[in-house]
C-alpha cells in the first residue's frame, strides 16, 4: 500500500512539474506564450516561428522578434515589466520581423547585410564572449556562422542552456541560403558548440521550438557536424530534392539525413 501511494505522489509530482513547465500564460491570434524554464518562457507564433523571453532580478531579454505579430513589444510586457535587450540571432525575417516595435536591438555585425535597411532604430553589434547581465543570470554571446554569417547563439552557462536561434536548426538545418558558406564553416560551429556542450550546456533551445517541442542534446550536434563531414568527403548518404525554394536560396537545394539531423545545401558550394 505504501509503494503505490509512494508510486501515485512520484507521478503526481512529476505531472505536476510537466504541466507548470509548459504552462500557457499568454495568447493571441498571433502567438501563444508558454513558461519554460524558471523565469524563461518561449513564444511560438501562428507560423510556427519562436522567440524567448528571459527574466533576471533587474533586467529581461528577448531572443528574436518573429515575424507578423501586431504590438509585439506590449504583447512582451504581458510577461515582464522590467528594461528589456532585444537580441536577434540573425537577420532573417522570421527573425527579426518584428524590430520595428523597438528602439534598440543588438545584432553581429556581419549580418547588416540581411538586416531590413528599413529598421530606424538603433542597432548594437555584439561580438563572440560579450555578455548581457540581467541581474543573478548572465547571457553570453557566442558567434557560430554558416546559416548566416552573423548567426549567434546565447547561452546561459548557469542553467546549462543554449539558445540557438537557426545556427543547428531545428531538426533541419538551412545551408542553401545566400550568401553562402563552405560546409567547413559549419563543421566548426558544431565543433566549437560540442565543446561548449562537454564544459556545461545541456539543452539547446532552437529557433523554431513548435516544430520540435523539446530542447536537443548533444548527440544532436554530433550528427549534425558527422553529416557535415561527411559531405565534405563525398560519405554522405544520398541525398534527395528539397521541396521548398526560397527567394535568397539556392534553385535546386539539396537534403542530407543523419539520425535526427538534417542538412539542405547547395551541391555547389560544399567546399568552395
Not at 34 to 46: A, F, Q
Not at 65 to 80: M, W, Y
Not at 149 to 157: A, M, N, T, Y
Not at 186 to 209: A, R, V
Request: hydrophobic share 35%; proline share 4%.
Amino acid at each position: 500500500m505504501n509503494l503505490k501511494s509512494n508510486l501515485f505522489t512520484t507521478f503526481l509530482i512529476l505531472f505536476t512539474w510537466i504541466t507548470a513547465s509548459s504552462q500557457s500564460v499568454y495568447k493571441n491570434s498571433d502567438l501563444e506564450i508558454s513558461k519554460l524554464e524558471d523565469h524563461v518562457w518561449v513564444v511560438e507564433t501562428t507560423d510556427k516561428t519562436t522567440m524567448y523571453i528571459i527574466e533576471g532580478k533587474d533586467k529581461a531579454m528577448l531572443i528574436d522578434t518573429g515575424t507578423k505579430c501586431e504590438k509585439l513589444d506590449e504583447v512582451i510586457r504581458q510577461i515582464t515589466k522590467k528594461p528589456l535587450y532585444v537580441v536577434i540571432t540573425h537577420a532573417h525575417s522570421d527573425h527579426d520581423g518584428n524590430i520595428r516595435y523597438f528602439k534598440e536591438i543588438y545584432l553581429h555585425p556581419a549580418d547588416t547585410v540581411l538586416l531590413d535597411k528599413s529598421y530606424k532604430g538603433i542597432i548594437h553589434f555584439v561580438k563572440d564572449g560579450d555578455v548581457f547581465d540581467l541581474g543573478g543570470k548572465k547571457i553570453e554571446v557566442s558567434h557560430m556562422p554558416a546559416h548566416t554569417p552573423g548567426s549567434i547563439v546565447l547561452l546561459d552557462k548557469q542553467a546549462g542552456i543554449c539558445y540557438s536561434g537557426d545556427a543547428f536548426g531545428s531538426g533541419q538545418v538551412w545551408l542553401q541560403l545566400r550568401p553562402y558558406a563552405p560546409m567547413k564553416t559549419y563543421i566548426n560551429s558544431c565543433k566549437k558548440m560540442e565543446k561548449l556542450m562537454d564544459e556545461g550546456i545541456t539543452k539547446i533551445y532552437c529557433g523554431h521550438y513548435p516544430y520540435v517541442k523539446k530542447a536537443y542534446n548533444k548527440q544532436y550536434i554530433v550528427e549534425m557536424r558527422q553529416l557535415a563531414e561527411a559531405l565534405v568527403n563525398g560519405t554522405a548518404p544520398k541525398a534527395t530534392p528539397h521541396p521548398q525554394k526560397v527567394s535568397i536560396g539556392s534553385e535546386n537545394p539539396m537534403m542530407v539525413t543523419l539520425g535526427e539531423a538534417t542538412i539542405v545545401f547547395d551541391q555547389e558550394h560544399i567546399k568552395f
